[in-house]
């Protein structure tokens, strides 16, 4: 979900979406050093807890699992966080294109991954920002030989406008 963002000179474009969508945290603005103002590219909200990423670990196992099962893990879960953030009808048809490139094969992972690192997996990318996620899966997508690349940045763009509309409105 996205926050509420309070009408305020600091917001900056890189705060929109805050916390699911937006950049880093602006390290000159936390030291009241930002010289760029309400044109940072940054973020100019608190952020409480440090984001959830993938270890080393982790991304070998993205890596080595076959293309179905990668399909079959992370994106029903990039699905599920798109949309509860933005169900409008540009938005879901971006994700049934994405789905379709994929040829999405719902199934499992194989049991050369352990249950308990399945586990954690699926726990950490439902556990990590929209936009992480989508960087995680625009990384993926090459080792996996898909061509999601225009969709996903049109994607993140679809939805940072949004948030930045709710920005201007708010």
């Known amino acids: 979900t996205i926050a509420p963002i309070p009408a305020d000179s600091r917001i900056s474009p ?3 979406g805050h916390p699911d969508l937006c950049s ?3 390290l000159y ?14 973020c100019h909200l608190e952020h409480t807890k440090r984001p959830a990423h993938l270890d080393k670990r982790q991304r070998d196992t993205l890596r080595a699992i076959t293309k179905s099962e990668w399909v079959a893990l992370v994106m029903p879960i990039l699905e599920s966080r798109v ?18 490139v994929c040829d999405l094969e719902l199934g499992s992972l194989s049991k050369s991954v352990a ?3 399945q586990r954690m997996l699926m726990l950490t990318l439902r556990a990590m920002s ?4 989508i960087a995680s899966v625009q990384r993926s997508c090459v080792a996996h030989g898909f061509e999601l690349d225009g969709l996903l940045e049109a994607l993140l763009l679809k939805l940072k406008l949004r948030a930045g509309v709710l920005a201007a409105e708010a």
């Open 83 to 100: 949309l509860s953030l933005d169900s409008s009808p540009e938005t879901t048809a971006l994700v049934e294109q994405m789905l379709q």
């Open 14 to 16: 890189g705060s929109w």
């Open 29 to 42: 603005f936390a030291a009241g050093a930002c010289t760029n103002g309400s044109n940072c590219e940054y």
């Open 115 to 117: 249950p308990q690192g």
């Open 24 to 26: 880093r945290p602006c």
């Open 130 to 133: 929209v936009r992480a996620l």
